[in-house]
């Protein structure tokens, strides 16, 4: 099959085998051009570790520290007719490389969500690891099935409180106009926070130290976005900010519940990037471009290897880390300090249909979006014949 992408919106709806090994290979490369990480975990949970964020943790531990890593993610695995998701192939990929380099990886593709998930994760880390000493909560979903009453739950993205106008970006049809978006109702808002928020990722904590599987000193951290003013009202002090605070709730609980483990539970702040889950929520293509070449200028810009990175190696594992008041880690400094931000709203104040391209670094953005999928990636051939049939084990 010759693939090339077909993109929807802000999706694309297939993805490339070869280029999302080069994607994941190019990961790699950075992380073993970095100094090891020093003091790291060796065995690892990485809960949604197929893209973005969970994808660069899992690397970073395995290539950067030598980690045996478990990852969970929810992918759709291709067909001889259907190319899989983006997620299946680097899952693959890091298979294969970690099966070259000797390193122990082991995936499950299913629903986090679900109590059978977490009872086969925990079977498979009881027989071949005993313990993990880390267990880091990445997902991204829109629906979470609630395990025990099967209910349903959708998580909204819409402002708090009242209204919303603002600029946005329409990807599809390259362009810059004003999109209004309703406050959330009540029900919403509790939605939201019941498939973004903490419980999820408590209930994993519970089962895995009901079973004895958390290692003493073991930590966990789960991933925000917090952001500054441009984007608070659709995200920070939005439905999903909700969601984000109700972490911040649920790792406190955790500090408390585990202190015969000494265990450290964290939410870490990252940086504003283009991801599957990112490029869904409105205006934030807009802000991203910009911040993309307002960063790159200032020589700040990181993609999510390089955020992952220096969390383990400034946070979770150095031995001083700064938390801010809410005792958070944060890597986003970069992005939402004062004068960085100044420079934003400069551009944001000015930023209409004429001057986008000029104004924005929509060109990162796009080329970053396409590489999610394992497309526009140097080296690779996209007029060849490829076998989008690929699996892991
Ligand atoms: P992503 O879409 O790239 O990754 C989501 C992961 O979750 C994938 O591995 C996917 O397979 C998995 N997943 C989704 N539903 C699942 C389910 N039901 N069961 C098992 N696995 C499931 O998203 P991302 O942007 O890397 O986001 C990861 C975390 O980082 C989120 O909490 C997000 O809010 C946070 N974050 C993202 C950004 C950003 O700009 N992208 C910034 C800061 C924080």
């Given amino acids: 099959m010759v693939i090339h992408p077909k993109i929807r919106g802000f999706i694309c709806t297939n993805a490339h085998p070869v280029g999302c090994a080069a994607h994941v290979q190019q990961q790699i490369d950075f992380i073993q051009q970095q100094p090891k990480i020093e003091a790291a975990p060796q065995r690892v949970l990485v809960i949604g570790c197929s893209t973005g964020y969970g994808l660069a943790t899992r690397i970073a531990t395995a290539f950067g520290a030598g980690a045996k890593t478990i990852g969970v993610c929810f992918e759709k695995e291709p067909t001889e007719k259907r190319t899989g998701t983006a997620g299946w192939y680097n899952t693959a990929a890091f298979h294969d490389a970690?099966?070259?380099?000797?390193?122990?990886a082991k995936s499950f593709n299913?629903?986090?969500?679900s109590n059978e998930m977490k009872a086969e994760v925990i079977e498979q880390i009881k027989a071949d690891f005993g313990q993990v000493d880390l267990v880091v909560y990445s997902l991204a979903s829109p629906k979470r099935k609630d395990p025990n009453s099967d209910q349903v739950y959708s998580s909204t993205l819409k402002p708090v409180g009242q209204a919303y106008t603002t600029k946005t970006y329409d990807t599809d049809r390259d362009e810059v106009k004003e999109i209004s978006l309703e406050p959330a109702n009540d029900d919403e808002i509790a939605q939201t926070i019941k498939v973004m928020g903490g419980e999820d990722w408590e209930l994993w904590l519970d089962a895995l130290n009901q079973a004895g599987v958390l290692a003493p000193n073991c930590k966990t951290t789960a991933y925000t976005y917090i952001g500054k003013e441009l984007t608070w009202?659709?995200?920070?002090h939005a439905t999903i900010g909700k969601a984000k605070e109700d972490l911040d709730r649920a790792a406190?609980?955790?500090r408390a519940r585990y202190t015969n483990l000494n265990l450290e539970a964290y939410v870490s702040s990252l940086k504003a990037l283009v991801t599957q889950a990112s490029s869904a929520i409105p205006v934030m293509p807009l802000y991203i471009s910009l911040i993309y070449g307002v960063m790159k200028e200032e020589g700040t810009h990181e993609g999510c290897i390089e955020q992952i990175y220096r969390l383990l190696t400034e946070g979770l594992y150095a031995a001083n880390p700064k938390l801010d008041e809410a005792g958070r880690l944060r890597m986003d400094g970069k992005e939402t300090n004062d004068a960085t931000q100044a420079k934003i709203k400069a551009l944001w104040d000015q930023v209409n249909q004429d001057n986008f391209h000029q104004l924005a670094d929509y060109e990162g953005y796009h080329s970053d979006f396409l590489k999610l999928f394992g497309f526009g990636i140097a080296g690779v051939d996209y007029d060849a014949d490829v076998d989008p049939v690929v699996s892991w084990s």
């Fill in 98 to 104: 970690a099966k070259a380099t000797g390193l122990y």
């Fill in 110 to 113: 299913g629903d986090a969500f």
């Fill in 233 to 236: 009202p659709i995200y920070g």
């Fill in 252 to 254: 406190a609980a955790m």
